[in-house]
């Protein structure tokens, strides 16, 4: 499985950007495709995730209410429309592939077989 990740770049706060994420390869009958961000000196985490069999989607906390991921009209791929940005929300972002994720596992690392190479968000001040 590969994952493409593009729509990174700069911003000033209150803007928007809309990340996607392609997914190319293996298919699986079901699967979760997710988006982690990592800011520098601290923990990827969870930002957001879709259910692709069903369309169920979660968000972390504090992205709550200005981002929204969805199924993109091209195959395999999610968008993360991101909305409101501030400049917390610098940091590099990643989508990732479970196949084996669960709702209770979701917002894991662990949870993610497959990773893209990630895209740069910063947000200025």
């Known amino acids: 499985v590969q994952l493409q990740a593009s729509g990174g770049g700069l911003v000033q706060a209150g803007g928007s950007l809309r990340l996607s994420c392609a997914a190319s390869g293996r298919t699986f009958s079901n699967y979760y495709i997710s988006w982690f961000r990592q800011a520098p000196g601290k923990e990827r985490e969870f930002v957001s995730a879709?259910?692709?069999?069903?369309?169920?989607?979660y968000l972390a906390d504090s992205v709550k209410g200005r981002f929204t991921i969805s199924r993109a009209n091209a195959r395999n791929t999610v968008n993360l429309q991101m909305n409101s940005l501030k400049p917390e929300d610098t940091a590099v972002y990643y989508c990732?592939?479970?196949?084996?994720?669960?709702?209770?596992?979701?917002?894991?690392?662990?949870?993610?077989?497959?990773w893209g190479q990630g895209t740069q968000v910063t947000v200025s001040s």
């Open positions: 879709l259910r692709w069999s069903g369309g169920s989607t």
């Open positions: 990732a592939l479970g196949s084996r994720a669960i709702v209770s596992t979701l917002r894991s690392k662990s949870a993610y077989d497959y």
